[in-house]
C-alpha cells in the first residue's frame, strides 16, 4: 500500500524559530514538505511559528545542536547560531559550539540518513575583507583572537568540517554564505543596524551611528534570500558552494539611516558612536555565481523591503 507521508520531502531547519528559519519553515510547508524546525529558543522565538502549529505537516522540536540529535529527514537546513554581533557575543564560547559541535553533529545526522545538508555560512568569513566585492574564491581576512572571533570563525570551521565531510564521506553538502539580511520578524534587541533605526525612527529616539557612518553593507531582503536557500539546496549535487547570497546594491551606514529618517519621517537625529573593534569597513556580495549556478537574482528593491520591514515593526508596536 502507498503510504502517502512518504510522499514529502521531509526536511530539518535547526534555527528554524529564528528570524531566517522562521520564513524558511513557512516556504518548505508552502511546497508541501514535511518540516521539522528546531530550535533551542536562544535568540528564536514561539511567537516566529506560532501560525504554522496547526499545519499537521509542521512539527517544533525544543533541542540544542550541541548535542547530538535522532530523527530521520530527507534534508536539513542548519541555521542555527545567534546571528547579530550583541547576541553572539553574549556567550562567545556557545557561539563556537554551536556552530562547530552543531556542524559536527548535523553533519554526522546527514552521515547515517545520507541526507543532504545545506549550511548557513555568512559573509563574515570574509572578515574586514580587502578585496571588493568579495567572490567565493576570497580566503578572507579575519581577526582569530578578537570579540567577533567566535563566530567568524566557528563558521569557518563549520565550513572546513562540511568540506571534509563531503571528501571524506561523499556527503551531498551545499554552503551558503549568507550578506546581511533583513525583513519581518528580525529580533527588535538584536542590535542589528536595520532594525535598530526603524524601532528608534518609529519611537522618534535618536539614529545611532556607530563610528563615522562611511562603512558599507549590502542589505538583502528575507524573501530573496529564502528563494536563494531553496534554489542551492535543490540544485544538482555537484553544486557544493560556497555560493554568495545576498544583494550587491551597496550603501553606506549613513546612506541607510538618511533613507530609514526619510521613510518613516518624525524627529530623529543622527547621533554617532563608537565604532565597535574589528568592524568591517566595507561588504558587498559578488553574485555571479549564484546567478550563473542558481539562475538566481534579488528581486525585491531595497526601498520596497525597507517600507515591508517599517509596516512590520509598526504592527508589533500597536
Ligand atoms: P536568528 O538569531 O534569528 O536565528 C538563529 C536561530 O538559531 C534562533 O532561533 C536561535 O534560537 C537558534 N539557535 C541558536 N543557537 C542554537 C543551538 N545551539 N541549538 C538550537 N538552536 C539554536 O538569526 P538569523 O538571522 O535567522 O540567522 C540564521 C542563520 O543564518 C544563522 O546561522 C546566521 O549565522 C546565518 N546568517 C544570517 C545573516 C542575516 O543577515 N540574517 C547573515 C549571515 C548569516
Ligand atoms: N550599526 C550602526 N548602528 C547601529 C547598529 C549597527 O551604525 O545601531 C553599524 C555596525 O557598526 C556595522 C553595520 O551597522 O557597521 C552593520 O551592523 P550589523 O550589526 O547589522 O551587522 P554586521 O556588522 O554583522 O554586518
Known sequence: MQDTYQLRKRVLVTGGAGFLGSHLCERLLDKG???ICLDNFFTGTKDNVAHLLSNPYFELLRHDIT????VEVDEIYNLACPASPIHYQWD??????????GAINMLGLAKRLKAKILQAST???YGDPDVHPQPESYWGRV???GPRSCYDEGKRCAETLFFDYHRQN???IKVARIFNTFGPRMHPNDGRVVSNFIIQALKGEDITIYGDGSQTRSFCYVDDLIDGLIALMESSDDVVGPVNLGNPREMSIKALAEHVVNEI?????????????????QRQPDIGLAQKLLDWNPQVSFEEGIQRTAAYFRDKRN
Not at 562567545?92 to 559541535?101: A, G, R
Not at 554617532?272 to 568592524?279: A, I, S, T, V
Open 33 to 35: 514538505y514535511d518540516v
Open 67 to 70: 548535542w547530538p540529535l535522532y
Open 92 to 101: 562567545p564560547v556557545q557561539t563556537t559550539k554551536t556552530s562547530v559541535h
Open 123 to 125: 559573509s563574515e568569513v
Open 143 to 145: 581577526n582569530p583572537i
Open 170 to 172: 561523499d556527503l551531498r
Open 265 to 281: 519621517g518624525g524627529s530623529s537625529k543622527l547621533v554617532y558612536k563608537d565604532l565597535p573593534m574589528d568592524d568591517p569597513k
